[in-house]
């Protein structure tokens, strides 16, 4: 939106040419998301705790969750809000890519947030039943594999691209569609199942958002793409504005969602930044990137599948607890050293991920 404006001043002075630098975007849009959480987070905390939109507890769960009842959630929300208003400020509002990333992230988030509302709300325990969540899920993720499908411009806008190996892809022809709409879909839910800790979800997804808008602005660069020989996907550049946009509501998220947390994300959150990640990854043609930097969500995932499998054919279980992040709650590690770990693991991962752009 301010880039029309700075466009238009520019016949007044040369000096608003700045604006069109995607690099300074970028940062402006960090910085505006960033403001945008700090500066709305505690009226939401207070706004949350007057209507008593506090978590409950799982009966079953690790006693050191007890004393979480209560704690104000849909604090995705937030995150949701900043990310728009950033993104619609500081993004190239003809591109495509923009719009597609951004509308599905909004559904997602709307589909948490129904979902949230039932529970915390109108104190439905089921929420929004499971049938009709993964409906509007499928919904969403198969409208944004379909239009990437039916926009695309080249082979390789469609193609699976191979890491870590030149100039290896997969052409996937309309399987396209069903492998992009698994992955938007489970990368949703691997974030929300995730989203068990203080601040567990939230740095992983910074960090994870923060290497994709790298990897977008090289891959819709011509001449970093022919440097790194990665394929060169015109206008998917301008993805790195609505990356940033999701670093800043994250870090400004997370000043009040560190531990001890003062608000929750919720499914509003969860679910939303998980499909961000997803269909910026579909974006920008790194799935499998995707699944080796977000390892952590992936491995969260899994637990809960070996799990729900095992009771079910052997009636034992696997782990103490699932997700696997409480199963070491319950071998006795505390909460700050659970999450610091995770995260200390997420970093490794994110710098392997960027590695396949130079490792070819």
Request: charged share 15%.
């Amino acid at each position: 939106m301010l880039l029309y404006l700075t466009e238009w001043l520019v016949q007044f002075d040369g000096g608003f040419r700045v604006f069109q630098y995607l690099t300074l975007r970028t940062i402006l849009g960090v910085l505006t998301a960033l403001l945008i959480s700090l500066a709305l987070g505690p009226m939401m905390i207070r706004r949350l705790s007057f209507h008593q939109i506090g978590q409950t507890v799982r009966d079953d769960g690790p006693e050191t969750h007890f004393s979480k009842a209560g704690t104000p959630t849909m604090g995705g929300a937030l995150i949701l809000v900043a990310i728009a208003i950033a993104t619609l400020l500081w993004a190239d509002l003809d591109n495509r890519y923009v719009w597609i990333v951004l509308i599905v992230t909004l559904i997602f988030g709307l589909i948490g947030l129904v979902d949230d509302y039932k529970k915390l709300v109108l104190n439905d325990p089921k929420g929004l039943a499971a049938r009709w969540k993964y409906f509007w899920q499928s919904v969403a993720g198969l409208g944004a594999s379909v239009v990437f499908f039916t926009t695309a411009t080249s082979p390789t806008e469609t193609a699976l691209l191979i890491p870590y190996l030149k100039d290896v892809s997969l052409d996937l022809g309309p399987l396209f569609i069903l492998f992009s709409y698994l992955v938007i879909v489970g990368s949703s839910n691997a974030v929300n199942l995730t989203d068990g800790l203080d601040g567990l979800a939230i740095l992983p997804t910074v960090m994870v958002g923060g290497a994709l808008g790298v990897i977008a602005y090289a891959t819709g660069h011509a001449d970093f793409a022919t440097y790194l020989k990665i394929p060169y996907l015109p206008g998917v550049g301008e993805l790195i504005v609505f990356c940033a946009a999701l670093v800043g509501a994250g870090l400004g998220f997370l000043w009040f969602n560190t531990y001890p947390a003062q608000v929750f994300m919720g499914d509003v959150g969860a679910l939303a930044l998980g499909a961000a990640l997803g269909v910026v990854a579909v974006a920008v043609r790194q799935e499998i990137v995707l699944f080796i930097m977000g390892g952590v969500f992936v491995i969260e995932t899994v637990s809960v599948m070996l799990q729900v499998a095992s009771f079910k054919l052997t009636g034992k279980r696997i782990f103490r607890m699932a997700p696997l992040h409480h199963h070491f709650e319950l071998k006795g590690w505390p909460e700050p050293r659970v999450i610091v770990r995770f995260w200390i693991i997420t970093v490794i991962l994110v710098l392997v991920g960027l590695a396949s752009l130079k490792i070819r």
